[in-house]
């Protein structure tokens, strides 16, 4: 297998001899190595935030009764002080190391979530459920009591219906539903947690296909704020099974499991194409008419990128097909007719959906063990990295003017004196198909209209010179601002993002409104709580 770049977000591989590149190696080809000394960077992370929140919680979080609550679960509780402390409060981005919770419970089941919610309620401790721990702004953490799932993470198979345990990390659940040659539609990022993913949405490399990962969702088992275990399907607790699709993680309760509509796999045409800088808006503007349209078995990203201090950025078009190497080609060829060129660096292969999914997280050459973080499993050879990243979703193709901003934005960040290891970019995902068919009352997920969805990312490596990175958050910003004019002003919920005013119609649209209600009906003292809490 040649080296190829995958589509997971921001790891590296621990052993930089893999053959594996992943995207992150993608985004550097266009760096000249930043310069930036290698200091502390935890004044620029969560820490501040932290430490307002644990002064604020301070009484309540000591006055609680913390070794009742140990002796009653089945699983096991983590408090400060624990020689496994520093790791089991980490969080995905390495920003977020300076937040401490007050305990840690690894729950082995549903009822040990409910002895959790019933300890945060009584004792007036705040709580965070955690499942892959990638929320973007750290709120799967806080200075109270961690709920955490990720014993829970069973996968199985009965017919063509998955039950799935919500610690689940996605490359978990493709290699367990692969056993029986089925698969649910899903993100790359191989320890991205079933559970975030889903109740956001969950967008993947055959959503055009198969829908949002919440469409698959048939039920879902979850603990609400009255420590109840609730089963919530389209019969039962029906409005909450309507939220816990789209409703954004963290709102209603602690999913303990999820029932998912699996469907049979069979290989899938994998391509990653390159474009030279100079025929950068051509090729968008090609890409932008073909994407959204094409059939739904042909679901592509576009990926521009750049490096502080860097040369020329890079356009990449990557993408999957349900069908066969020349049907793929016959879709290929409508994309260079359209822009007027062939790529100048081209790879497809058609593979087995397992191989796919491990290309797509960038862990093709190290296979699904070592596809974690080290402390996940034995063998983990992932390693985490910081990055800041807004979004968009744009109902509109970007006319002239807003290509020339794009294409402007990304050559500013030459310009700017980032961090060591500094990169960012943008990544457009085609929508439309499968995703657009749902109307945006059915589920809580509104974004039914977009043509595509758009990150914007900004990553560094950590323990960069803060200064560097504010200087790289900036540069985001007045990109992010820049595209006002062409992007709907819809937000994906999944891409949570701190610093978004107008999170309720940016994330909900009209379907906020309901969302309030089941979250008055559900948790009408709030116990689950978080600033852009619904
Ligand atoms: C590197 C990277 C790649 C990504 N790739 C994709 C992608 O391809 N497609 C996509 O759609 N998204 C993607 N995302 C976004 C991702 O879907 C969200 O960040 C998601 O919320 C992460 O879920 P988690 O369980 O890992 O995170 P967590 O941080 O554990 O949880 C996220 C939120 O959900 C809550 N939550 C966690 N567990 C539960 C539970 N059991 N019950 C109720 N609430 C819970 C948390 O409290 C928090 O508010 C990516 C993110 C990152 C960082």
């Not at 096991?76 to 624990?82: A, E, K, Y």
């Not at 190391?97 to 690894?106: K, N, S």
């Not at 088992?221 to 607790?237: C, E, M, P, R, Y």
């Not at 020329?312 to 822009?339: D, F, R």
Request: include cysteine; aromatic fraction near 10%; charged fraction near 15%.
């Amino acid at each position: 297998m040649p080296n190829q770049p995958g589509r997971s977000g921001v790891f590296t591989v621990v052993d930089t001899s893999a053959t594996n590149i992943g995207r992150r190696a993608f985004l550097g080809i266009a760096g000249a190595g930043a310069a930036g000394a290698a200091v502390l960077a935890a004044k620029h992370t969560g820490g501040a935030a932290a430490g307002r929140l644990v002064a604020a919680s301070r009484s309540t979080v000591t006055g609680a009764d913390w070794a009742a609550l140990a002796r009653d679960l089945h699983g096991h509780l983590v408090r400060p002080g624990d020689s496994s402390y520093t790791v089991d409060k980490r969080l995905f981005d390495p920003r977020f190391d300076g937040l401490r919770p007050a305990g840690i419970a690894y729950c082995g089941n549903p009822q040990d979530v409910a002895t959790c919610v019933n300890f945060a309620r009584k004792y007036g401790v705040p709580l965070a459920a955690r499942s892959g721990g990638h929320s973007y702004a750290g709120w799967s953490s806080t200075s109270g009591l961690i709920v955490d799932v990720t014993r829970m993470n069973s996968v199985h198979v009965s017919g063509t219906t998955a039950t799935v345990g919500t610690g689940t990390r996605l490359i978990d659940l493709y290699n367990g539903l692969a056993a029986h040659g089925r698969a649910v539609p899903g993100g790359s990022c191989p320890t991205v947690g079933v559970a975030g993913l889903t109740l956001g949405g969950g967008i993947g490399v055959v959503s055009r296909a198969h829908g949002l990962t919440c469409d698959s969702l048939e039920s879902v088992q979850i603990v609400t704020a009255d420590g109840s275990i609730l089963n919530a399907n389209a019969n039962k607790h029906s409005d909450l099974y309507w939220a816990c699709r789209g409703g954004g993680g963290g709102n209603f309760g602690v999913a303990t499991q999820f029932t998912f509509r699996t469907f049979a796999t069979s290989d899938i045409v994998l391509f990653f194409l390159s474009w030279p800088w100079s025929r950068a808006a051509e090729v968008i503007k090609a890409w932008q008419s073909w994407a959204p349209h094409a059939p739904d078995a042909l679901w592509s990203n576009l990926h521009l990128a750049a490096a502080p201090g860097g040369s020329t950025p890079v356009l990449q078009v990557g993408g999957t097909y349900l069908g066969s190497v020349t049907g793929a080609h016959n879709q290929l060829e409508k994309l260079y007719a359209a822009a007027g060129s062939g790529p100048s660096s081209y790879f497809l292969e058609s593979t087995n959906y397992l191989h796919a999914m491990l290309v797509e997280a960038g862990c093709s050459s190290i296979g699904v063990q070592a596809c974690h973080l080290p402390w996940q499993v034995p063998g983990g050879r992932l390693s985490r990295q910081p990055q800041y990243a807004k979004s968009d979703f744009f109902t509109k193709p970007l006319s002239n003017a807003g290509i020339a901003t794009l294409l402007r934005n990304i050559q500013n960040l030459r310009k700017v004196r980032g961090a060591n290891g500094g990169v960012g970019g943008i990544a457009f995902d085609a929508l439309g198909g499968a995703v657009n068919r749902v109307s945006p009352a059915a589920t809580a997920f509104v974004h039914r209209n977009a043509l595509f969805g758009a990150q914007y990312t900004t990553d560094w490596t950590a323990g960069a010179a803060a200064g560097r990175v504010a200087n790289q958050h900036a540069w985001l910003r007045s990109f992010w601002n820049a595209m006002r004019p062409y992007a709907s002003g819809q937000a994906y919920q999944n891409y949570i993002d701190p610093d978004l005013t107008g999170w309720r119609q940016a994330y909900y649209g009209a379907n906020y409104a309901r969302l309030a209600q089941i979250k008055a009906s559900y948790d009408p003292h709030r116990l689950f709580s978080f600033p852009q809490a619904i």
